[in-house]
């Protein structure tokens, strides 16, 4: 019975003991959220009137300005803004490597961004650029050597709805400088003034609303001020600012307040046997695939099934292929990441990368030849860049198999980003029209309204962007042109106004070189 009642008193003690330790932890924890906060609070003259003065360039550079001239200053300044940041926070900038990496591509993907008029391509460029400087400030605040893919999705989620919690920082941590400055008799009247005016802000649109609706001629004299300003104008400039400067405080703060988990923990990786089972056959059905990719595609030395010839058989299933290239290349990152070390399952896994790599050559073979039929489209082109890309990534799949140090996360960020800046300055209108321009049978051609072979290609080029107006408008086109289809006038006369709404924010280069095509064409 002794024995009994000394085991439950040190168990009693043992709890109390690991209970105080908890408790502990959260007071830690706890002080340490609180410095962050104090440190925020101290330096918010700083860190707010920052913020406030990025958010007010944030609005000149981007308001009702898709991709003018003020996108690489707009990129510029991001950096410098959270330079500035990082450097009052006591973190380096060139304290890890890489950085320069992601400054440079932001720049790059600015400037990217004011040379061409493809809407689609500067709506991903400026979506990059979003992913590549929270990205680089994660790396500068984080330890993300040992990041795998899944790992970074999961923090890059964690930090947007983090900066989500804390849109109230702002307010509180201002409220809380003003009050410490009253404590010391500084500025004892500011937090006053702040609160009239936003009392006086909804308190003046009632009363004015009210002896506008009370006397003619005071009506007819305010309305008059809206010759001049445009209210849904100033609300949404006023939206503008405050959205930016609560969004990159709350970020900013975020970041101090170092609630983000950057740490790997071990996990508990699942039997190999598992991946093994499904991935031998995967590998099995790849291999007797690429075995009739080669002997009826490449090497052309089988026998096609009646009816079939050699170009309508090419001329088919890359977008089939591209799909399984992608599915595949997720398989592998899955079983790279989920499941132990295994030999068997590092060579099926190899085995189904090359096999992938054939898909990749065979599905770019096939638009090769597609192309060659029925000319260049903005679809294909993204084709067989996703195709270039998924060739590199499989390259550091491979590295990645036989060597598990290998920095796989980086190596893929870096690629995808690469390929991209190239595809960003390419400009893809202006080759395809000049592809599809250099095959138009112009004997062959017929008159307004006919259908001719070419008629779909006239179609399509009056859907590309301003890039390709140098080419459309030139002088052995212009005429040809606007002869062959009623929609080529159309698409002209809307580039020539897409050209006359330049300014100074907004000028952008393709646009203006689109103008004077058309000048010298008419």
Same mark, same amino acid.
């Given at each position: 019975?002794?024995?009994?009642?000394?085991?439950?008193?040190?168990?009693?003690?043992?709890?109390?003991?690991?209970?105080?330790? +908890?408790?502990?932890?959260?007071?830690?924890?706890?002080?340490?959220?609180?410095?962050? @906060?104090?440190?925020?609070?101290?330096?918010? &003259?700083?860190?707010? #009137?920052?913020?406030?003065?990025?958010?007010?360039?944030?609005?000149?550079?981007?308001?009702?300005?898709?991709?003018?001239?003020? $996108?690489?200053?707009?990129?510029?300044?991001?950096?410098?803004?959270?330079?500035?940041?990082?450097?009052?926070?006591?973190?380096? $900038?060139?304290?890890?490597?890489?950085?320069?990496?992601?400054?440079?591509?932001?720049?790059?993907? #600015?400037?990217?961004?004011?040379?061409?008029?493809?809407?689609?391509?500067?709506?991903?460029?400026?979506?990059?650029?979003?992913?590549?400087?929270?990205?680089?400030?994660?790396?500068?605040?984080?330890?993300?050597?040992?990041?795998?893919?899944? !790992?970074?999705?999961?923090?890059?989620?964690?930090?947007?709805?983090?900066?989500?919690?804390?849109?109230?920082?702002?307010?509180?941590?201002?409220?809380?400088?003003?009050?410490?400055?009253?404590? *010391?008799?500084?500025? &004892?009247?500011?937090?006053?003034?702040?609160?009239?005016?936003?009392? =006086?802000?909804? =308190?003046?649109?009632?009363?004015?609303?009210?002896?506008?609706? /009370?006397?003619?001629? %005071?009506?007819?004299?305010?309305?008059?001020?809206?010759?001049?300003?445009?209210?849904? *104008?100033?609300? /949404?400039?006023?939206?503008?600012?405050?959205?930016?400067?609560?969004?990159?405080?709350?970020?900013?703060?975020?970041?101090?307040? #170092?609630? =983000?988990?950057?740490?790997?923990? *071990?996990?508990? !990786?699942?039997?190999?046997?598992?991946?093994?089972?499904?991935?031998?056959?995967?590998?099995?059905?790849?291999? %007797?695939?690429?075995?009739?990719?080669?002997?009826?595609?490449?090497?052309?030395?089988?026998?096609?099934?009646?009816?079939?010839?050699?170009?309508?058989?090419? @001329?088919?299933?890359?977008?089939?292929?591209?799909?399984?290239?992608?599915?595949?290349?997720?398989?592998?990152?899955?079983?790279?990441?989920?499941?132990?070390?295994?030999?068997?399952?590092?060579?099926?896994?190899?085995?189904?990368?090359?096999?992938?790599?054939?898909?990749?050559?065979?599905?770019?073979?096939?638009?090769?030849?597609?192309?060659?039929?029925?000319?260049?489209?903005?679809?294909?082109?993204?084709?067989?860049w996703a195709l270039a890309v998924i060739g590199v990534l499989l390259v550091g799949i491979l590295c990645s198999i036989f060597r598990p140090e290998f920095p796989l996360l980086r190596f893929m960020m870096a690629a995808v980003t690469v390929c991209y800046?190239?595809?960003?300055?390419?400009?893809?209108?202006?080759?395809?029209? @000049?592809?599809?321009?250099?095959?138009?049978?112009?004997?062959?051609?017929?008159?307004?309204? +006919?259908?001719?072979?070419?008629?779909?290609?006239?179609?399509?080029?009056?859907?590309?962007?301003?890039?390709?107006?140098?080419?459309?408008?030139?002088?052995?086109?212009?005429?040809?042109?606007?002869? @062959?289809?009623?929609?080529?006038?159309?698409?002209?006369?809307?580039? *020539? !106004?897409?050209?006359?709404?330049?300014?100074?924010?907004?000028?952008?280069?393709?646009?203006?070189? /689109?103008?004077?095509?058309?000048?010298?064409?008419?």
């Amino acid at each position: 019975m002794e024995n009994e009642m000394g085991t439950e008193k040190r168990t009693e003690m043992g709890n109390e003991i690991g209970k105080e330790k +908890e408790a502990g932890k959260e007071k830690e924890a706890g002080k340490e959220v609180d410095q962050s @906060r104090r440190f925020m609070r101290k330096n918010y &003259a700083f860190f707010g #009137g920052i913020s406030a003065l990025y958010a007010l360039f944030y609005t000149f550079c981007l308001y009702r300005n898709a991709s003018g001239i003020t $996108w690489p200053f707009f990129a510029a300044g991001t950096l410098v803004y959270f330079g500035l940041c990082m450097r009052r926070s006591g973190v380096p $900038w060139n304290g890890k490597k890489g950085s320069v990496f992601y400054a440079a591509a932001t720049l790059l993907l #600015g400037v990217s961004i004011f040379l061409t008029d493809n809407v689609f391509i500067n709506s991903v460029t400026k979506a990059a650029i979003f992913l590549l400087t929270v990205s680089m400030m994660l790396h500068q605040y984080l330890d993300d050597r040992r990041w795998s893919l899944s !790992k970074y999705l999961t923090v890059l989620g964690q930090a947007l709805l983090e900066t989500v919690a804390s849109l109230a920082f702002p307010v509180s941590d201002g409220n809380a400088w003003m009050k410490e400055r009253e404590k *010391e008799g500084k500025n &004892a009247k500011v937090r006053y003034v702040i609160l009239g005016i936003l009392i =006086l802000c909804p =308190l003046l649109a009632v009363i004015l609303a009210l002896l506008a609706s /009370a006397d003619l001629v %005071f009506r007819e004299v305010f309305l008059h001020l809206f010759d001049y300003v445009e209210p849904l *104008e100033v609300f /949404a400039v006023c939206f503008m600012l405050a959205t930016m400067f609560f969004a990159s405080y709350s970020f900013v703060s975020m970041l101090n307040e #170092g609630v =983000l988990k950057a740490g790997c923990a *071990e996990r508990k !990786k699942q039997e190999p046997v598992l991946a093994i089972t499904v991935t031998s056959v995967l590998a099995a059905v790849y291999l %007797f695939f690429c075995g009739i990719q080669i002997a009826f595609l490449f090497l052309r030395q089988a026998g096609l099934p009646d009816g079939q010839s050699y170009a309508s058989y090419a @001329r088919q299933g890359f977008f089939q292929l591209l799909a399984v290239c992608v599915i595949n290349l997720v398989i592998v990152l899955i079983c790279l990441s989920c499941f132990r070390e295994s030999r068997v399952l590092k060579g099926i896994l190899a085995v189904i990368s090359l096999c992938t790599c054939c898909m990749a050559v065979s599905s770019a073979w096939r638009m090769l030849l597609y192309i060659g039929a029925y000319r260049l489209t903005f679809l294909r082109v993204l084709v067989l860049w996703a195709l270039a890309v998924i060739g590199v990534l499989l390259v550091g799949i491979l590295c990645s198999i036989f060597r598990p140090e290998f920095p796989l996360l980086r190596f893929m960020m870096a690629a995808v980003t690469v390929c991209y800046i190239f595809l960003a300055f390419a400009k893809p209108d202006y080759w395809i029209a @000049r592809y599809n321009m250099a095959h138009v049978s112009r004997e062959a051609a017929g008159s307004v309204g +006919e259908l001719t072979e070419d008629y779909g290609d006239y179609l399509y080029l009056t859907e590309l962007s301003a890039d390709a107006v140098p080419v459309l408008a030139s002088e052995e086109n212009y005429g040809f042109l606007c002869g @062959r289809t009623e929609r080529m006038p159309q698409y002209f006369d809307r580039m *020539e !106004k897409r050209t006359e709404e330049t300014g100074v924010r907004t000028f952008n280069l393709s646009r203006h070189l /689109a103008k004077r095509a058309l000048e010298r064409a008419r």
